[in-house]
């Protein structure tokens, strides 16, 4: 295992759009594994690939419940907002406060390449939201000019 350098705000990577996984191969799982350990040693509760340079849809959350990984993460319902305070580890120590869906649900894969659905509220689901849009060149901040 190996810790990443996560790239931060202006770097041009994060404003791209990651493509999806078709099949998944050793090199994904061990780039898992590394994004979980450079997300714990951060420390942050999610880590979306392209903010370790990697263009290709994979992201690794963690609320205290355990490592969750999912491949090609889409977000198929929402219900409900909430506001709270977010940040981001490639903005590092900003930190604002973000409407978002209160429950989603999440379909994907899991490492083994099977499908998954999971359905997360609060800091979970904010999670999800929040890596999700890291794949399509999202950063929570946009959200800011919004409001
Ligand atoms: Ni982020």
Known sequence: MALLK???????????????IDKITKRHKELA?????????????????????VLERIIVIDTGD???VVVNPQIISREGEYRDAEGCLSIPGRNEYITRSQQVVVTG????????KIEASGLLARAFQHET?????????DY???T
């Open 66 to 68: 355990g490592p969750i």
């Open 109 to 116: 894969m899991d490492l083994a390449g099977k499908k998954v």
């Open 6 to 20: 996560i790239l931060t705000e202006g770097n041009p990577i994060l404003r791209q759009k990651s493509k999806s």
């Open 133 to 141: 849009d890291h794949l399509d060149g999202i950063l929570f901040i």
């Open 33 to 53: 594994k590394n994004m979980l350990e450079t997300m714990y040693n951060a420390p942050g509760v999610g880590l979306a690939a392209p903010q370790v340079g």
């Open 144 to 146: 800011l000019e919004e």
